[in-house]
């Protein structure tokens, strides 16, 4: 199975910063890698598909770049509604693979 | 709206068996490539089985040979039928899906919670 690797494991930044958060493949999946938020008790959301789509009603200052092994999310400038864990997902391949997560917290 | 409602969890002994269901509304399950998701209490997010809108079925090594995933196309309900359970296995499952054509997640529901305990 595709092994996804998150790094780094948290990320502790002040609102408004930028937030760079990395997902690496143990094989290629080419640009099929989404990334999805997570909220204390709620279910995760969609925010990108396919390395670089923002899902409906997900703001401009999330934006995914990569293809193959290599993925990022960045948020350009942090809101408060935006500390949350973030997990990579690749559908290259069955099985389905998330990666361990980022959490983003306040510093 | 789209809606997705899973039920079926609660507590069972290791070794037991116990079926998941997920009722969708405004929004066909039969269309679209659908999965079962699970959390366990305070880890990550782990992909557990798929189905896509032929009727192939995909698990987790996991859970190979012990869940099988199903759908109702009639009552547009999916269900994951868990056996020889874990202590594992123990976890908040979520349905989830949204496209026929990928297994991308514009849905979830808010899952139901199995706790596999003697």
């Known amino acids: 199975e595709i092994v996804l690797t998150q790094s780094p494991a948290t990320l502790s930044l002040s609102p408004g910063e930028r937030a760079t958060l990395s997902c690496r493949a143990s094989q290629s999946v080419r640009s099929l890698l989404a990334w999805y938020q997570q909220k204390p008790g709620q279910a995760p959301r969609l925010l990108i598909y396919d390395s670089s789509n923002r899902a409906t009603g997900i703001p401009a200052r999330f934006s995914g770049s990569g293809s193959g092994t290599d993925f990022t999310l960045t948020i350009s400038s942090l809101e408060p509604e935006d500390f949350a864990v973030y997990y990579c997902?690749?559908?290259?391949?069955?099985?389905?693979?998330f990666g361990g997560g980022t959490k983003v917290d306040i510093k | 709206e789209v809606q997705l409602v899973e039920s079926g969890g609660g507590l069972i002994q290791p070794g037991g068996s116990l079926r998941l269901s997920c009722a969708a509304s405004g929004f066909t399950v039969s269309s679209n490539y659908m999965s079962w998701v699970r959390q366990a209490p305070g880890k990550g997010l782990e992909w557990v089985s798929g189905i896509s809108p032929g009727g192939s079925t995909y698990y987790a090594d996991t859970v190979k040979g012990r869940f099988t995933f199903s759908r109702d196309n009639s009552k547009n309900t999916l269900s994951l039928q868990m056996n020889s359970l874990r202590v594992e296995d123990t976890a908040l499952y979520y349905c989830?899906?949204?496209?026929?054509?990928?297994?991308?997640?514009?849905?979830w529901g808010q899952g139901t919670l199995v706790t596999v305990s003697s």
């Open positions: 997902l690749q559908r290259r391949d069955w099985p389905l693979t």
């Open positions: 989830a899906g949204g496209r026929s054509s990928a297994s991308i997640f514009d849905y």
